[in-house]
């Protein structure tokens, strides 16, 4: 499965709502379909697993959803803290994992 | 709390070898999944090799037959052994334990691998 995700930049103010878009090759059945997040020089967090399930710790503003092909991010209100690089990641197949190439979220 | 410490990394000419390793604490090691994860420069991530529960392994293509991942259930560590490396093995090596939806939910900090002559 590829993982192209949409828009590769977006630029937006704090308190805005964002919505990042994760498109598969091929329907993801299974459900194994996650979201990071990484600030720069850092590693990746885990955001989202299962497409819509908020990993420990995660604020109430991040969300996933989606199935088949079309996944989402939606962060609700955006917080200084949240401008950062977010891939898409699928599990499952040859190979074993897949990432997305990335939006990154820039302030406006 | 969860730790993922990785060490090993630096500079090695083409054709060389490298040994990462990620200590681990704060979790049952022993049936955890674990993950090599690489980033080259201003790139996005790439998996690299898996070892599962049962101690099955899997490659990437890009480093199937040059890269070996084993871990030391005594000592809590992942390991991996890198071999016939290339400049395009550039990156920095995460390692992540895998989480129970086909995620990587625990990450180290990461180590830097070059490869330059």
């Known amino acids: 499965i590829v993982l192209t995700q949409s828009p590769g930049i977006v630029s937006l103010s704090p308190g805005e709502r964002a919505t990042l878009s994760c498109r598969a090759s091929?329907?993801?059945?299974?459900?194994?379909l996650a979201w990071y997040q990484q600030k720069f020089g850092q590693a990746p967090r885990l955001l989202i697993y299962?497409?819509?399930t908020r990993a420990t710790g995660i604020p109430d503003r991040f969300s996933g959803s989606g199935s088949g092909t079309d996944f989402t991010l939606t962060i609700s209100r955006l917080e200084p803290e949240d401008f950062a690089v977010y891939y898409c990641?699928?599990?499952?197949?040859?190979?074993?994992?897949?990432f997305g190439q990335g939006t990154k979220l820039e302030i406006k | 709390q969860v730790q993922l410490v990785e060490s090993g990394g630096g500079v090695v000419q083409p054709g060389g070898s490298l040994r990462l390793s990620c200590a681990t604490s704060?979790?049952?090691?022993?049936?955890?999944?674990m993950r090599w994860v690489r980033q080259a420069p201003a790139q996005g991530l790439e998996w690299v090799a898996l070892?599962?529960?049962?101690?099955?392994?899997e490659y990437a293509d890009s480093v199937e037959g040059r890269f070996t991942i084993s871990r030391d259930k005594s000592k809590n560590t992942v390991y991996l052994q890198m071999n016939s490396l290339t400049t395009e093995d550039t990156a920095v090596y995460y390692c992540?334990?895998?989480?129970?939806?086909?995620?990587?939910?625990?990450w180290g900090q990461g180590t830097l691998v070059t490869v330059s002559s």
């Open positions: 992540a334990r895998a989480g129970s939806g086909g995620d990587l939910d625990y």
């Open positions: 704060g979790f049952t090691f022993s049936p955890s999944g």
């Open positions: 070892i599962r529960y049962n101690d099955i392994k």
């Open positions: 091929h329907s993801v059945a299974s459900n194994y």
């Open positions: 299962g497409v819509s």
């Open positions: 990641q699928h599990y499952g197949g040859s190979p074993a994992y897949t």
